[in-house]
């Protein structure tokens, strides 16, 4: 049963009472401001709401993410309430961008993380681009690039961390962070 203090609030108490899931995004739409979550254990797929992803700080995640999360049992299903850790998902091949391609994740994780806006990201078209904070220069942002990162979509004015290289028609972001993440608290 979903606990909750008389304003309709989920309190501490009820978050340490909920079971600790370690899983997979099945999906996550933010559009619908929803998705679901499958538990390595197995059993029925967990609502994950889009109001507890972004208490995490992202507005998106992409399919395959590994997640854990706190769970509450309702009556209409089993439902995440605080996402506790996101890891991107395996790749399984290299993102093939001839500006990355010879990089290492390690020589990526060396370059500076660099608070960052998005200026536009549209998803059907593949990219977008970001501006680094104080800098008014366009970074290109690349789908693969988000994916591999662990995100689905990217919204206009949303803050992030990106990592950036140098390539051949400007630059373009290595690896794209959720602020939150990023940056320590």
Avoid at 135 to 142: A, G, K, P, Q, S
């Amino acid at each position: 049963m979903n606990k909750a203090n008389n304003n309709g609030h989920m309190t501490r108490k009820d978050l340490d009472d909920g079971r600790h899931v370690h899983g997979t995004i099945k999906w996550f739409d933010p559009s619908k401001g929803y998705g679901f979550v499958v538990a390595d254990e197995g059993g029925q797929d967990i609502l994950l709401h889009a109001n507890v992803l972004r208490n995490f700080g992202q507005s998106s995640v992409a399919d395959g993410v590994e997640i854990e999360v706190l769970v509450q049992d309702t009556q209409r299903g089993s439902q995440a309430v605080e996402v506790l850790s996101l890891a991107p998902p395996a790749v399984a091949e290299p993102v093939a961008l001839a500006d990355i391609e010879g990089y290492e994740e390690k020589d990526l994780l060396q370059l500076e993380l660099e608070p960052a806006r998005v200026k536009w990201f549209d998803k059907a078209k593949g990219f977008g681009f970001a501006n680094i904070f104080g800098n008014d220069e366009d970074v290109f942002v690349h789908i693969e690039v988000l994916r591999r990162s662990g995100l689905a979509d990217l919204q206009p004015g949303e803050a992030i961390c990106l990592r950036v290289l140098d390539g051949k028609r400007g630059r373009m972001a290595a690896m794209v962070h959720s602020w939150e993440t990023a940056v320590p608290v």
